[in-house]
């Protein structure tokens, strides 16, 4: 597929409405590092669909209307398939990899065919870096991986997750980067209160050191974030992120309601789907087309919509922006243009 037929697809997928815009797909259950806010290295699991099962389920997913892929995991540059499973994605969905840092550097060639990489980094500070991330070296790694991927014209950027931890460092952090242009796009610390039986996965786990609370901090720094966003188009949170953001430090009210099994949904490394990883699994990817629009997922989409379990970015945006006219909005503030994946780059 070439990339102007992709963007058409794109464009033709994201302008109809009642659809699921963005999918999640934790490829796997493996990972190499050791995060002190996270869960997944403490549950690691080798079981993993192949990837021949991943490619039709990501054909399910076309179908259905999803416009935007994330492969996670765990690091899903672990698997030995990822460079397969990546051209498959990239050939219709605007494809985002995220790795900590350890492994994009040896996976260039698997990387070429992917929209964005994003790479986890926490802190300029080694020690500190470090220290979050539970393994020595994760910085200096992941800070060559992010030099190495854009010398290779690969589009990479950085995504911090904001925590009390390094919540006065994030403008550093972004400025740094931004001077070498590499784009930046964030997460906001938070855990898994949950304890449901058949949960898709447990990611975050509740941290005292890094849970926010300097909240007029926090709202500074979305004013500084904001203001940012007038002079560059390299920072990747929209205006209407940060604005909910600020009410929600301000005022601890939250302005949205969860669009879990609407406007996005996950699927674990065993094919599960799950409205978001905190709730039980519901279906399987092959069964997605016969229950989009039943009875079952109307009720389940009425109790998520009254959640107020998690503050993941990543959910926020899809419940703030997954509607026709939340994808136009999105097209012209967090990207700016669709150059952005259009534009092929080179080494």
């Not at 033709?12 to 999918?23: G, M, Q, V």
Request: charged residues 25%; contains cysteine.
């Amino acid at each position: 597929m070439t990339t102007i037929e992709k963007a058409r697809g794109i464009i033709a997928r994201s302008l109809t409405p009642n659809r699921p815009y963005h999918a999640q797909w934790m490829l796997t259950r493996r990972c190499n590092y050791r995060c002190k806010g996270c869960n997944v290295w403490q549950e690691q699991d080798t079981a993993e669909l192949p990837a021949r099962e991943i490619k039709k389920g990501l054909d399910v997913l076309k179908e259905l209307g999803v416009i935007e892929i994330v492969l996670s995991g765990g690091n899903p540059l672990l698997r030995e398939d990822i460079d397969e499973i990546i051209e498959y994605s990239s050939r219709s969905f605007i494809t985002t990899v995220y790795d900590n840092g350890s492994m994009a550097a040896q996976k260039i060639d698997a990387l070429r065919n992917a929209d964005f990489v994003a790479i986890s980094i926490d802190s300029l500070n080694p020690t500190k870096n470090d220290y979050i991330r539970g393994v020595p070296g994760a910085l200096r790694k992941a800070m060559q991986a992010v030099k190495k991927l854009s010398e290779q014209g690969i589009r990479v950027g950085v995504a911090p997750t904001i925590s009390q931890l390094n919540l006065y460092e994030i403008p550093d952090i972004t400025n740094h980067f931004l001077e070498k242009n590499i784009p930046v796009w964030y997460s906001l610390y938070s855990f898994d209160p949950s304890q449901d039986r058949c949960q898709l996965f447990k990611i975050g786990k509740q941290n005292d050191e890094f849970v926010i609370t300097d909240r007029e901090a926090m709202i500074n720094l979305c004013n500084y974030l904001a203001a940012m966003k007038k002079r560059t188009g390299q920072i990747l949170i929209t205006d209407k992120i940060l604005e909910a953001i600020k009410t929600l430090y301000s005022e601890n009210k939250r302005v949205w309601r969860c669009h879990a099994l609407q406007n996005f949904l996950m699927i674990d490394n065993l094919g599960r789907v799950a409205g978001c990883h905190l709730h039980d699994t519901v279906a399987s990817i092959d069964d997605l087309p016969d229950l989009w629009n039943s009875e079952k997922f109307n009720q389940l989409r009425q109790s998520y919509s009254n959640c107020a379990r998690c503050t993941y970015l990543c959910y926020i945006f899809y419940s703030l922006h997954g509607t026709v006219v939340g994808n136009l909005q999105a097209a012209r503030d967090r990207w700016r243009s669709a150059a952005l994946f259009l534009k092929k780059k080179t080494a």
